[in-house]
T-cell receptor, first 111, second 116 residues
Framework: RKEVEQDPGPFNVPEGATVAFNCTYSNSASQSFFWYRQDCRKEPKLLMSVYSSGNEDGRFTAQLNRASQYISLLIRDSKLSDSATYLCVVNLDPNDYKLSFGAGTTVTVRA | EAGVTQFPSHSVIEKGQTVTLRCDPISGHDNLYWYRRVMGKEIKFLLHFVKESKQDESGMPNNRFLAERTGGTYSTLKVQPAELEDSGVYFC??????????????FGPGTRLTVL
């Protein structure tokens, strides 16, 4: 089983639609969770951290479900500029600093 | 504020040759990390420096890879001799905090290495 597993997609949605996808992680002791965005041939950029109570940043909402060991990302009112690969990133061991990455979920927003 | 920079952006070398990648972290960031993505796989951790000290190099694939961070500023990652399976994108990241999992890691643009 992979340490961080994501639905690869691709999700192909029209502008204005809502899209959501999940990521599961292997270590129940994990404490830090992130969503990074990566555009084609660019570096990963932090989209948002994921907090226990769930959090929202504009059109983006992240949720954490510790019991089932998954996090989710929901994008409302999709824009063309949201087209990217979204990376689920977890610090699996709270005693260290290594980030473990999922393979990414590809989202394409069409006009 | 300047971000993490990496040099070169691309490198094409032949099997058996040596390549050195460079990373300049964000100024003031004590923590520097190397990651890589090989074709079709997810990004994987290679190693972590705190200032000039190697904190963890558990992700380094083998002894053909040597990372240094003399003076605690920029870092180099040398691959010698390069093999075909070393091809991929090598990312550097830095963070300001105590190197814990809650720190935000900022990534550089990566070096795309192709070994022929």
């Amino acid at each position: 089983r992979k340490e961080v597993e994501q639905d690869p997609g691709p999700f192909n949605v029209p502008e204005g639609a809502t899209v959501a996808f999940n990521c599961t992680y292997s270590n129940s002791a994990s404490q830090s969770f992130f969503w990074y965005r990566q555009d084609c041939r660019k570096e990963p950029k932090l989209l948002m951290s994921v907090y226990s109570s769930g959090n929202e940043d504009g059109r983006f909402t992240a949720q954490l479900n510790r019991a089932s060991q998954y996090i989710s990302l929901l994008i409302r009112d999709s824009k063309l500029s949201d087209s990217a690969t979204y990376l689920c990133v977890v610090n699996l061991d709270p005693n260290d600093y290594k980030l473990s990455f999922g393979a990414g979920t590809t989202v394409t927003v069409r006009a | 504020e300047a971000g993490v920079t990496q040099f070169p952006s691309h490198s094409v070398i032949e099997k058996g040759q040596t390549v050195t990648l460079r990373c300049d972290p964000i100024s003031g960031h004590d923590n520097l990390y190397w990651y890589r993505r090989v074709m079709g796989k997810e990004i994987k951790f290679l190693l972590h420096f705190v200032k000039e000290s190697k904190q963890d190099e558990s992700g380094m694939p083998n002894n053909r890879f040597l990372a240094e961070r003399t003076g605690g500023t920029y870092s180099t990652l040398k691959v010698q001799p390069a093999e075909l399976e070393d091809s991929g994108v090598y990312f550097c990241a830095s963070s300001q905090g105590r190197g814990r999992g809650t720190d935000t890691q900022y990534f550089g643009p990566g070096t795309r290495l192709t070994v022929l």
